[in-house]
Nanobody, 121 residues
């Protein structure tokens, strides 16, 4: 069993930056792929980025070049560095862990409670 806790969300101005953290407790993150998803009010939860257990990454087109996912397996933490934030990035951000390489939320087994990111114009 893996428990995930996100932190680092907040209010930032258009063009600003935030770094989200996803800290795991229980089992180590080694061997798990970890993804970030986001959900705005009235919208479905959508894929943002994923880091495989070996460190390979994949991003949604909407964040490519602005967001960067990284992981520190020793610290059991995955990060999402978000630069050049836009108002349309406003959403609840969730990290998820699983053994399947996938961008679909249903493929992930473990979820954090989420952290809110609000970008003001």
């Amino acid at each position: 069993q893996v428990q995930l806790v996100e932190s680092g969300g907040g209010l930032v101005q258009d063009g600003g930056s935030l770094r989200l953290s996803c800290a795991a407790s229980g089992r180590t993150l080694s061997g798990y792929h970890v993804g970030w998803f986001r959900q705005a009010p009235g919208k479905e939860r959508g894929f943002v980025a994923i880091s495989t257990w070996s460190g390979s990454t994949l991003y949604s087109d909407s964040v490519k070049g602005r967001f960067s996912i990284s992981r520190d397996n020793a610290k059991k933490t995955v990060y999402l560095q978000m630069n050049s934030l836009k108002p349309e990035d406003t959403a609840g951000f969730y990290c998820a862990g699983g053994s399947k390489w996938n961008t679909v939320s249903s493929a992930f087994d473990y979820w954090g409670q989420g952290t809110q990111v609000t970008v003001s114009s």
